[in-house]
């Protein structure tokens, strides 16, 4: 993503994190007009539905999640 916005390509969305570090490294800058939501998915084989880590991974996605008001989809709805 970060190569693509240097070359001058494209407009990209990335954690703060990420674009802070690519700003510091230079070649970029940061839009500050506007934050915008991003919804996230995450997306697994149903086949691998009891792997024991997709539900360590479904289990922290939640705890983050409804920490930040989000609404969490049933992992069986999809």
């Known amino acids: 993503m970060i190569e ?6 494209a407009l990209c969305l990335m954690r703060e994190q990420l674009a802070a570090a690519a700003v510091a490294a230079g070649g970029i ?11 996230l998915s995450v997306v697994t084989l149903r086949t691998r539905d009891e792997d024991a880590v997709l539900t360590a991974l479904r289990a922290c996605l939640r705890d983050v999640w409804e920490e930040n008001g ?7 709805s999809a």
Not at 29 to 39: D, F, L, N, Q, Y
Not at 70 to 76: G, K
């Open 70 to 76: 989000e609404p969490v989809a049933n992992p069986q």
């Open 4 to 9: 693509i916005v240097r070359s001058g390509v």
């Open 29 to 39: 800058t940061i839009w500050r007009g506007e934050r915008i939501p991003c919804p």
